[in-house]
Every structure is written in structure tokens, then in C-alpha cells.
């Protein structure tokens, strides 16, 4: 099931089923909300129309576990299981037409595709992550997979989330199972490995692992946030050679943190955790 809040609220406004698998990740584009289940489906609802079917649903074989549109939104990308004749697929849909996949890459990864990001700044390309430990970077203008195929970095551990940052999306984060944390260029020379994030804890800061990693274009910052399994929420200005602490969020969660989106500008901050919680910080 997927929940909707008002801004603000603790109690759900709306709830919409559909998927028979867990739900692997969720985005919002404009007035729709997609989302990808290990049911093999993703599924598109119209938050414009009261009904609580969705509009278009777009099918693998496999589990997906990752997705994203791209920036023109003329392609649908996930990203998929590995599955029991060892392959995991990159598939592309029509996000006009709901069905099955136009097009399948199967041979980039050898493990979960675990991420799907699609660059804001050219609609062609495209970056995933994998539990191989592998960060690929594709240039869809090219007619095949290994053509398309642009840079590989090898990050050396199970790549958990990945994404773009930086004015032109030209870097790469990489964060791992591992509670590891990578910078990248987009053409594959690392910048910075900060090892092991729970380290800091060294510095009075504690931390039990990485929540998620965000850019902001205003500042032309990147942050980590990280959280402690009783529930705090750390805010981490990430530099190239170095970590500036920012904020400390607590007393909203009594669990590992699992969902977490901010705003600096307007000044507001949500968290959702394991147990069931969903906790607010604002001015």
C-alpha cells in the first residue's frame, strides 16, 4: 500500500493498492505518483482523479527494484532482480503505453540493479547502481548496450543508492551496504572515499548507519543524512576532502530511520521509520 499525507499531517488522507509484492520505491512527477513493487509491475496513479486504480501499469518478468523517468519523460527505466537464469536487466517502457518492455539490457550488471537515475539534464542518459558494486553510465542515443554503454566504476561494495549532483550533474555519490560513502565524476574518476560513516562517531557524532544522500541547486551542496537506531537524524555537509556537521533532528522516531525528504529553504523536514512513524521538523 502507498499513503498519502498532507503536508504537515500525521494521519493518512488517501491510500492507494494495487501491488501483490513489496513496494521497492516510489517517485512523484508532477500530478502523478509512481511506483515499483518486487510483483514485477510498476504502477502509475493520476492523483487528479479520485479513483484508486491506476492509470497505466507497465510489466517485467522480474522483480523491480528500481526506476526513475526520464527528464523529457519520454522513457521509463528500471531496474531488476537478479533473477534464477542469473541475469539482472535495465528495461525500457513507453511511459505512454502501458505493457511490456520495448527494450532489455542484460549484460552491464551480474547482481541487483538496486538504482535507476535518470540525468535531469539530458533525457538519453542514464546512471544505475548495483549490488555487483558497479556504477554505469549510459548514453541511450547509441543503438545498443554496449555502445550505450558509456563509463564503469567499480565502487567495491554493494551499491545501496546512487545519484547525480552538482550544477550540470556532472559528479556521482555512491552509498553501500556497508555504510560506505563514494564521490564520483560521471566519467568515473573517483574523488572521495570516505570509508566506513559510522567512523565519525569518533567525533562525538553518532551514527548506525546512512539514510540518504541529497543535493541541493540552491546551495550547490551536497548533504548526507544519517541516523541512529534509536531513531536521530544526523544533516552532514559532504566536501571533497572532508565532512561538515549541520543539524541534529530527534525526538520524532523511535526506530531506524527509512524515509527521509527535507527542505532548507522553506525549512521543514519529514522522517519516516520502522516503526510506523511519521515525524515532522519545521521553524
Known amino acids: 500500500e502507498v499513503h498519502l499525507f498532507e503536508k504537515f499531517g500525521v494521519n493518512a488522507v488517501r491510500t492507494l493498492k494495487y501491488h501483490s509484492g513489496q513496494i521497492t520505491q516510489t517517485r512523484v512527477r508532477e500530478e502523478s505518483l509512481m511506483s515499483s513493487s518486487r510483483d514485477g509491475q510498476i504502477a502509475v496513479w493520476d492523483l487528479r482523479q479520485s479513483t484508486d486504480a491506476p492509470s497505466l501499469v507497465f510489466k517485467s518478468e522480474d522483480p523491480i527494484l528500481s526506476f526513475d523517468l526520464s527528464a523529457d ?9 537478479l533473477n534464477n537464469d542469473c541475469v539482472a536487466k535495465i528495461q525500457f517502457w513507453d511511459p505512454r503505453a ?3 518492455p520495448l527494450k532489455t539490457f542484460e549484460d552491464s550488471h551480474s547482481d541487483d540493479v538496486t538504482q535507476i537515475h535518470c540525468n535531469p539534464f539530458a533525457p538519453k542518459q542514464f ?3 548495483s549490488t555487483d558494486g558497479l556504477l554505469c ?3 541511450l542515443s547509441q ?17 545501496s543508492q546512487c545519484g547525480y549532483f552538482g550544477p550540470q550533474s556532472q ?6 551496504d556497508m555504510e560506505t560513502l ?3 565524476t560521471s566519467e568515473a574518476t573517483q574523488l572521495a572515499d570516505f570509508g566506513d ?8 557524532i553518532s551514527i548506525d548507519y546512512i539514510i540518504k544522500c541529497k543535493y541541493d541547486p540552491a546551495a550547490q551542496r551536497l548533504y548526507m543524512v544519517a541516523g541512529t537506531n534509536a531513531g536521530e537524524v544526523h544533516l552532514l555537509h559532504v566536501g571533497v576532502e572532508s565532512m561538515e556537521y549541520i543539524q541534529h533532528l530527534a525526538h520524532g522516531n523511535s526506530g531506524v530511520v527509512r524515509g527521509f525528504d527535507w527542505d532548507l529553504a522553506e525549512g521543514w523536514a519529514v522522517a519516516g521509520c520502522e516503526g510506523g512513524q511519521l515525524a515532522w521538523w519545521s521553524k
Open 182 to 184: 563514494q564521490l564520483w
Open 137 to 139: 553510465t549510459f548514453d
Open 98 to 100: 502501458a505493457g511490456a
Open 143 to 159: 543503438p545498443d548496450e554496449d555502445d550505450a554503454l558509456q563509463f564503469v566504476a567499480n565502487t567495491g561494495a554493494s551499491v
Open 127 to 129: 546512471l544505475s547502481g
Open 171 to 176: 559528479f556521482i555519490f555512491a552509498q553501500s
Open 73 to 81: 519523460s519520454s522513457l521509463l527505466v528500471g531496474g531488476t532482480q
Open 197 to 204: 560513516v559510522r567512523e565519525l562517531s569518533h567525533a562525538g
